[in-house]
């Protein structure tokens, strides 16, 4: 049966967008990492009979009539979405939902607290949250959640159809998955991948460390702004500052060239498969090599990262236990990939049946067509790593500015086209019937 699925995700895993074009209209959702699972949860629906749709923007009440008539139903994967500064999106979306006629299948969302799940400060936002799951249930069987710390804050708020699923992203390679590691240990000359929440100020002294002792190590950001940082230099609100942290082009890691950024999950994942190790605060950065076959660790920071790593079986600390001087070479001795590799397995049945109770297949029970979706993305020509302006070849720079202008071009027409449309507008309300047909003349 012909099923037409409206996914919510900033763009489908085959849209080609330059890292300008990715900046501009922040294709990322401000991280990068949004990426990783929702073109996950793309491949995992993508059997024969489904058409995918990203909703591309944000999905709001007034569409609501537009998708009853055009999808059969909505699929939302969500990441921290039960968090404080989330709640002016997730009350759109909760107004949609009520709108919406088909089924809702939410997958992933998980809440955002400290490590230790401080309920208190999950209060203001208890209400939006309830709403929300009120919405979703009224429409769905149950509620996929990341890991034990949402299931619990759910169940608090009266809701137990609620369902541990993990997150689609480590469900990129169906039920084959097993991480091994290939080195004995890691050395100087070891290439080590570095990830940063830059608001995890406690990372300065593991960044200082790792720079000193691993001249191959390279650190991969996530944020929009350090996009915009890499492209074009520091903003203007930022120029000639410095930080610790690899906020600015005055940073050793910007000088020296050791910073890659991805606009893609493809070309992210290919990079980091060339990587000995891979370590840091962020949940998806880690998943990321971890899907690409790179050993990773996490540094869980919050509920969110700390439950992901928990339901996976993710080798982690949590960030208050790393001491200043921890070295990639102890977390990589340290690193057990068991509970990870013999777990997966039943863990994929966990989401597969959740989808199946949805009326939802997987691609990776659909014949060829998990293969057909990856013939699919090696075939597509993504961008490469963008690379801090200060380093990027002459060429390739010239390409930027030739992009940005071409980019600016647009935007001034488009401007011009919403100016002189106002002006319009303002026309018809100001000169009477007789005039504005005089001026038609």
């Not at 993710?314 to 057990?336: G, K, N």
Request: aromatic content about 8%; some cysteine; overall charge neutral.
């Amino acid at each position: 049966m012909h099923q037409r699925i409206l996914l919510r995700a900033r763009k489908g895993p085959f849209d080609v967008l330059t890292p300008e074009e990715t900046f501009a209209g922040n294709w990322i959702g401000d991280n990068s990492g949004n990426l990783v699972f929702s073109h996950a949860a793309h491949k995992l629906l993508a059997t024969s009979t489904a058409e995918i749709t990203a909703t591309r923007s944000p999905a709001g009440p007034r569409l609501a009539d537009e998708i009853n008539e055009r999808h059969d139903v909505f699929v939302v994967p969500l990441a921290n979405a039960f968090r404080r500064s989330f709640v002016h999106r997730l009350t759109p979306l909760t107004k949609l939902i009520e709108r919406l006629k088909i089924p809702v299948v939410v997958l992933g969302v998980g809440v955002q607290t400290n490590v230790d799940g401080d309920r208190e400060y999950l209060r203001p936002i208890d209400e939006p949250v309830r709403a929300f799951c009120k919405a979703v249930l009224d429409r769905s069987h149950s509620i996929g959640v990341r890991g034990e710390v949402t299931e619990s804050y759910l169940n608090a708020l009266g809701f137990s159809a609620v369902e541990q699923i993990g997150c689609p992203s480590m469900f990129l390679h169906g039920e084959e998955f097993r991480l091994e590691k290939t080195r004995p240990e890691l050395t100087a000359d070891s290439k080590v991948a570095l990830t940063i929440s830059p608001y995890v100020r406690s990372m300065a002294s593991v960044v200082r460390h790792h720079q000193e002792r691993y001249p191959n190590l390279c650190y991969i950001p996530q944020d929009l702004r350090t996009l915009g940082t890499l492209l074009y230099g520091d903003a203007p609100e930022h120029r000639g500052q410095s930080s610790d942290i690899p906020l600015h082009t005055s940073h050793p890691l910007f000088a020296e060239d050791k910073v890659r950024m991805f606009v893609d999950p493809w070309t992210w994942m290919s990079h980091l498969s060339g990587y000995d190790f891979a370590f840091g605060t962020r949940i998806h950065g880690t998943i990321t090599a971890l899907v690409a076959g790179t050993p990773g660790y996490l540094f869980a920071h919050d509920s969110r990262t700390l439950e992901l790593a928990r339901y996976f079986g993710i080798p982690h600390r949590i960030m208050r236990d790393v001491p200043a001087d921890v070295d990639a070479a102890d977390l990589y001795a340290e690193a057990d990939y068991t509970a990870l590799n013999d777990g997966h397995k039943a863990r994929f049945e966990t989401i597969t049946a959740f989808l199946a109770k949805h009326d939802l297949g997987t691609s990776f029970g659909d014949g060829d067509s998990a293969a057909r979706f990856d013939r699919r993305v090696a075939e597509t020509v993504f961008p490469p790593a963008v690379r801090p302006a200060a380093a990027t070849p002459p060429a390739e720079l010239l390409t930027r500015i030739e992009r940005l202008r071409d980019e600016n071009a647009k935007l001034t027409a488009t401007v011009d086209a919403v100016r002189s449309q106002q002006l319009r507008e303002r026309i018809k309300q100001a000169v009477p019937g007789t005039v504005r047909r005089m001026l038609r003349r």
